[in-house]
């Protein structure tokens, strides 16, 4: 029989030259109301202090240094690998967690068998009473979107609910998880491998619950310095369509061709408007340099595949209806139209 009551949480934070954010992530989880935890930091070849930080002032941190930033991925599998407990909470490293989140994770996640991902309600750091996103909802597109991003946190998201699945920036997972489907697939390196880890799941059954209560403030894109830049372009250029060769069949690349040909368009023209043609011209290219391997993936997958293509794909649809309606309910709130959503909603879902 499993003893609830000495459940650990293992907290894994990826970190690349992130000192000054590190400091603080670490502050709050000192500060936490309960401490069944366990925190390992594993650092990407830092060149700043943050290996300095962690050696003096967090002796009981575990650290796991990599000679060069070996990615996302690679850091958080390593992390899960050299770990043992039940749970595992994943959290960037420019994140402060309430006081309470750790207590309020473990209440929820010991009395909750039907799931095995829980998305933590993800607020702005400098304005945090604007979402940064309530669980992730998924594009047909091949691209994942947290629902709630840039709208004023409010009654909708005070509801516990089911969502498709996780941003891994703040996420739970049962450990049990990753032996059934696998851990991050580290040729994604960083950009998109939780929606590849979130339709493994969905795909083999396993359920995400969103927890309201269980709240963190996020800074974004600490480590890589904006949020569109050539390194971001390019990886989420190529890795949109690694999730495409990944778990798309014949039928359901068909079935989706139109929603994927406009996410493709719109993406483009976003590429041209920041001026990142090279950057996406390069993603492309990687991403040719692997489709046999992806290819290979997908056949891989159905191993542990447990439901039908059909019932995936209506899942899909499900979850881009939440997103578009999220995105609608933001565009309100600045005041803009959203005749093109609507439109696309009455057509294509």
Not at 34 to 49: A, I
Not at 86 to 110: P, S
Request: a positive charge; aromatic letters at 10%; charged letters at 20%.
């Amino acid at each position: 029989m499993i003893d609830k009551e000495n459940q650990l949480i293992d907290i894994i934070i990826p970190n690349w030259n992130g000192e000054e954010m590190l400091e603080m992530c670490l502050g709050s989880l000192q500060n936490q109301t309960s401490k069944k935890f366990t925190v390992t930091v594993v650092d990407n070849g830092s060149v700043d202090g943050s290996l300095d930080l962690l050696k003096t002032h967090y002796p009981a941190v575990q650290v796991l240094s990599f000679q060069e930033n070996r990615g996302f991925s690679a850091a958080v599998n390593a992390g899960i690998k050299m770990t043992n407990n039940t749970w595992i909470l994943l959290l960037n490293n420019d994140i402060e967690m309430a006081r309470d989140c750790i207590e309020i994770l473990l209440e929820n996640c010991l009395n909750q068998d039907e799931f095995d991902l829980f998305a933590l309600k993800m607020l702005s750091f400098d304005q945090r009473s604007i979402l940064d996103g309530a669980g992730d909802g998924i594009l047909r597109g091949g691209v994942g979107y947290r629902l709630g991003t840039m709208e004023k946190d409010g009654p909708h998201y005070q509801l516990r609910r089911n969502v498709f699945g996780a941003c891994a920036g703040a996420a739970l997972y049962r450990r049990s998880l990753f032996k059934a489907i696998g851990l991050f697939d580290e040729d994604f390196f960083a950009y998109l491998e939780d929606v590849d880890l979130n339709l493994r799941a969905a795909r083999s059954g396993h359920k995400c619950f969103f927890l309201p209560d269980a709240k963190v403030y996020h800074i974004g894109s600490g480590s890589t310095g904006s949020k569109i830049n050539q390194f971001t372009i390019c990886l989420s250029t190529r890795n949109n369509i690694f999730v495409l060769l990944k778990h798309y069949s014949l039928a359901m690349f068909i079935r989706f061709l139109p929603a994927i040909l406009i996410y493709q368009l719109f993406w483009f023209m976003f590429v041209l408007k920041k001026a990142q043609l090279k950057a996406y011209l390069k993603g492309l290219m990687q991403s040719i340099s692997l489709t046999a391997t992806m290819i290979q993936k997908r056949k891989d997958i159905k191993k542990s595949t447990t439901i039908s293509a059909r019932v995936l794909g209506d899942m899909m649809i499900m979850s881009e209806t939440t997103v578009i309606r999220s995105i609608m309910a933001r565009r309100r709130q600045a005041g803009k139209n959203n005749w093109a959503l609507k439109t696309y909603l009455r057509v294509l879902c």
